[in-house]
C-alpha cells in the first residue's frame, strides 16, 4: 500500500490550500482515511477523517467549519480542503489509511502513512 500526499504550500493567514492523498494497493472503499499533522515540538494530532464510504466524516474541534474532507473512491483519492488559515494551521500533514472503515482518531490504529506535506501559513 503506498499513499501519496500533495498540495501543500506556503500561504498567508486567512487563505485556502487544498490537500490531496492518492492510494494504490488497497480497496480503498473499505477502509477509512484520516489526515493528521504535526507543528515543530509538538505531537502529531489528528486533524480530520473519514468512513470508507464517504458517508460520515469528523474534524478536531481546532479545524471544525475550515476544514472540509473528501473522497473519491473511483479516483482513490481523500482530499482536505482548508479554508480560513491560520499561523497555528502551520504543520507537517499526513494522510494515512486506516485498519477498518470507521473514522478512528488515534494514530495508532493506522497501518499505512504519507510522506507529508509541509503547509506554511504566514500572519
Known sequence: ??????GGGLVQAGGSL???CAASGRTFSSY????FRQAPGKEREFVSGIRGSGSTTAY?????????ISRDNAKNTVYLQMNSLKPEDTAVYY???GRRVAIVRSEY???YWGQGTQVT???
Open 1 to 6: 500500500v503506498q499513499l501519496q500526499a500533495f
Open 18 to 20: 487544498r490537500l490531496s
Open 32 to 35: 477509512g482515511l484520516g489526515w
Open 60 to 68: 478536531a474541534d481546532s479545524v471544525k467549519g475550515r476544514f472540509t
Open 95 to 97: 494522510c494515512a489509511l
Open 109 to 111: 490504529e493506522y497501518d
Open 121 to 123: 501559513v504566514s500572519s
